[in-house]
């Protein structure tokens, strides 16, 4: 299912953000407590939550970043261990295929984006329409992984999909971790090799989002904010 509302062309990336970060309060329920993800495009939700910040029962946050912007606009921030579920979690994606399913963790913050997914009744992703693919895997996966078992978990993507992985150079996680950047992959079966990647030794959080798949995306295009439901 899907509809669009008209915007003007020749818009940029960023403003194709800014149009879905937008666009997205919508999805958030007065009254509640809001789940927050990560990244450019939902640095343009925040702000615009910053507008119903009294009519909201605060955020819970995927990254330090995420809580450092919500506070600098008078957002509470919850710890999200005093939390038993939100309505809504609304973040971006790195990719997104015709089922909802995602790729994340450009930023780095996937597993704390897994958390907070997990808590939410629906996800809701905002993204400009470059993210919209046929088949997940062009954008290379993000894997959070304990350094000690970063060679061998490459090795082991290299093994078994045939997958190049390298450590993101300079890079530790909010959990104090290193991300793998895993590159050559066909994920035609997302939910099967999230199951699979997961339960690796010394893997935190495989960057595929199947099981807690998008049950909305709001995409910015030329058009306007197309919604895709699925
Ligand atoms: O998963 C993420 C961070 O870990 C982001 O949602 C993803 O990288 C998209 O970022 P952006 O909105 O900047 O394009």
């Known amino acids: 299912m899907e509809g669009a509302l008209p915007v003007p062309v ?30 450019s495009t939902v640095n343009h939700f925040i702000d615009a939550l910053a507008t119903m ?15 450092e912007r919500l506070r600098a606009h008078g ?14 979690y609304i973040d971006g994606a790195d990719e997104i295929d015709h089922s909802g399913h995602m790729i994340k963790g450009g930023g780095a913050a996937l597993t704390r984006e897994k958390i907070v997914a997990d808590l939410a009744e629906r996800f809701v992703c905002i993204a400009d329409e470059s993210k919209l693919v046929e088949v997940l895997g062009s954008y290379p996966l993000p ?16 093994r078994q999909y045939g997958g190049q992985a390298t450590l993101r ?40 989002f199947g099981r807690h798949r998008a049950s909305v995306c709001l995409l910015g295009t030329a058009a306007g904010v197309r919604t895709l439901t699925f």
């Open 143 to 158: 894997v959070e992984v304990i350094p000690m078992a970063a060679a061998q978990v490459a090795r082991r993507f290299e």
């Open 169 to 208: 150079a300079g890079v530790v996680t909010d959990n104090g971790n290193a991300i793998l950047d895993v590159r050559g992959l066909r994920i035609t079966e997302p939910l099967a090799m999230e199951t699979e990647v997961n339960q690796w030794p010394g893997v935190v959080t495989v960057g595929i």
């Open 10 to 39: 020749n818009m940029t990336q960023d403003e194709l953000k800014a149009l879905v970060g937008q666009a997205a309060l919508a999805y958030v329920v007065p009254g509640t407590v809001v789940g927050v993800g990560t990244g």
């Open 53 to 67: 910040k009294d009519r909201i029962a605060g955020a819970v946050s995927s990254s330090v970043a995420s809580t």
């Open 75 to 88: 957002i509470t921030v919850l710890d999200a261990a005093t939390v038993t579920s939100i309505p809504v």
